[in-house]
């Protein structure tokens, strides 16, 4: 069972926002970069450029992932954010030594290139809503990056080419590991907007929506391979 799956019996923020959202993750999911990803076909130098920025990403996700266990309004939602902060942390060095290793992106290449504007954009949203925002909008930034991967695996499991030059990354984010985990964080999420104000739900669905935006645009630029104009 994917994670949308589980919207007929979801809470109604999760089910609202991503009903709301529903044409963005059409977007992700058919765009040329997961297109070519589940087919086997998508460059190595797009693959690459994808990978450099996603590990850029992890280390400022894992940041506000940090803020919001210190945000939470219990022990369980600390104990729950500060592991995920911690994992964030763990997945960005096993990229170094596993992904990059296999992909030919030696450790001084990484710390060399900067972050891209979207990939800089994002990050700067996240930690910007971590610290400035109440924790249910902090949860509601965070949620898109969770929910739409776990939906984006499942999606190109159910499509991809196998064997495929990219079946690590596919299994990691279809396997049920990272989906329970997701499965939490939406139930987390529906639990601090259920006890917020009208007001406090209305800025959840935009930084929700707008992280939904930034998701489309991040794999959009690693299709581009965009970088800094000038």
Known sequence: ????????????FSREAWQRNLPVYDAI???????????GTLGVGRFRHYMVQDAHYLIAFGRALAVAAAKADDADGLVQF??????????????????????????ADFEATEMSPVCHHYSSFLIASAHAEPYPVVLASLLPCFWIYAEIGRDILGRA????????????????????????????????????SPTVQAR?????????KLEWMFWDSAWREAGWPV
């Open 82 to 107: 500060a592991e995920a902060a911690k994992v964030a942390v763990i997945v960005e060095r096993s990229l170094h030594t596993d992904f990059f290793r296999s992909f030919g992106i030696a450790p």
């Open 29 to 39: 999911r058919t765009m040329p970069f997961n297109e070519a990803l589940a087919d």
């Open 161 to 196: 080419t196998r064997p495929n030059p990219y079946d690590a990354w596919i299994d990691t984010y279809a396997g049920e590991e990272f989906h329970e985990a997701v499965r939490a964080v939406i139930a987390s999420t529906d639990r601090a907007a259920d006890a917020s």
């Open 204 to 212: 959840m669905h935009r930084a929700y929506a707008h992280a939904c």
């Open 1 to 12: 069972m994917t994670v949308a799956a589980t919207l007929d019996v979801a809470p109604s």
